[in-house]
Structure formats: structure tokens, C-alpha cells
């Protein structure tokens, strides 16, 4: 059985992979661009395209899905990763109990 602190940590590991990976590829800061009929969701990196997706919400529902992508950017997940290592470093019985 594994500890909060443990899953915590595992995912934070987890996300710092995946953005160190997504750092080889992307410079900047991500954006999404889309067509006039909103499909493709391009998610960009100073014109380089990092992902790009055609399903999405249903007619009249708004697009999340890009936008979200586009949010974790590697400096955010980096940013992230680091939280959430902070959070495992924790000891978390102990603020559970106080709450």
C-alpha cells in the first residue's frame, strides 16, 4: 500500500518527465490556434505546431479541451511538479488531523 505522500510524489515525478520531454520540443509559451470552424485545435509554440486535435465539444458547447493543453506549457508543469513535490515532502497526517 502506498502513502498519499507516495502517490504524491510519483505524480510530481511523473509531470516533471513529461515536461522535460515537452521542453525538447517547445520554446515559449503555448497557444491554441483555430480554424474559422473551430476544428483543427492547433496548441503552438512560437509557429511550432506541438499538438493538434479534431474532436471536441458538442455543437454550441465551448472549447476547453486545447485551451487546457495550452495551459501546461513545460514552465507550468515545471512550476507544478515542484508544488506538488513540496506537498509530498509534507507531512500530511499531520494537516489532514488539524483540518
Known amino acids: 500500500m502506498t502513502t498519499p505522500n507516495e502517490t504524491i510524489r510519483r505524480a510530481a515525478e511523473a509531470l516533471d518527465l513529461a515536461a522535460a520531454g515537452a521542453k525538447q520540443c517547445a520554446a515559449g509559451r503555448w497557444y491554441v490556434h483555430?480554424?474559422?470552424?473551430?476544428?483543427?485545435?492547433?496548441?503552438?509554440?512560437?509557429?511550432?505546431?506541438?499538438?493538434?486535435?479534431?474532436?471536441?465539444?458538442?455543437?454550441?458547447?465551448?472549447?476547453?479541451?486545447?485551451?487546457?493543453?495550452?495551459?501546461?506549457?513545460?514552465?507550468?508543469?515545471f512550476g507544478l511538479a515542484k508544488l506538488l513535490e513540496a506537498v509530498a515532502n509534507a507531512d500530511l497526517a499531520d494537516i489532514h488531523a488539524a483540518a
Do not use: C, H, W
Open 34 to 77: 483555430t480554424s474559422d470552424g473551430g476544428y483543427p485545435q492547433r496548441i503552438i509554440d512560437n509557429a511550432v505546431l506541438i499538438a493538434e486535435g479534431y474532436e471536441g465539444p458538442k455543437l454550441g458547447e465551448p472549447v476547453v479541451i486545447a485551451p487546457f493543453i495550452a495551459s501546461m506549457d513545460p514552465k507550468v508543469a
